[in-house]
């Protein structure tokens, strides 16, 4: 969902009344401004422990975060829980104000995943629209793989990290088969 002050910024967009959400400059120059300030508040804590801190923040701010619109647009899709939620909030601030952390993070079946692409075929991982999924790009990149992600962002960053992920945006009709 785009709201107004994103299209304003971006120029003329086409967009049905339900994609626009009306907010005040206002709101959105204080949620900015909240951002950059925790942003830059956490820097004080070194790199290596960033990642804890935001996990204890995150737990921490959970009822506030309970009350925007944005933690409910993601709790109705029924992928995350609270607390996954709230910390991709705090995630995304810390990674799109240049905050830089080190995820520590295990991944179940990554061994299949290295075998598969071991072969030299290419893999194909999909995973869902879920707070957290973009977790997935950063660990490719810890181990030494520099994946393609399909997004409309041309400035998504790998989490964390102040790197551009490599992304392709196709055509919305290249997703989709023609019927036979």
Known sequence: MMNLVDSKVLGRLKLRPSQVRVTSI???SFLHTAELCFATAIRLVPRRHRFGAAMLLARAALPLFR???AY???EVKKFDDP???AL???LNAMTR???LFDPSISVKGYEQFG???AAGKGVLVIGPHAALTLLMVRVFHDRGLDPVVVSPDPRMRIGGTALTARRSCPRVRALLCAPP
């Open 26 to 28: 206002r709101e959105d």
């Open 67 to 69: 009350r925007t619109d």
């Open 72 to 74: 409910l647009e993601q």
């Open 83 to 85: 607390q996954e939620i």
């Open 88 to 90: 991709h909030f705090v």
């Open 97 to 99: 104000n240049g905050a």
């Open 115 to 117: 075998q598969a692409y």
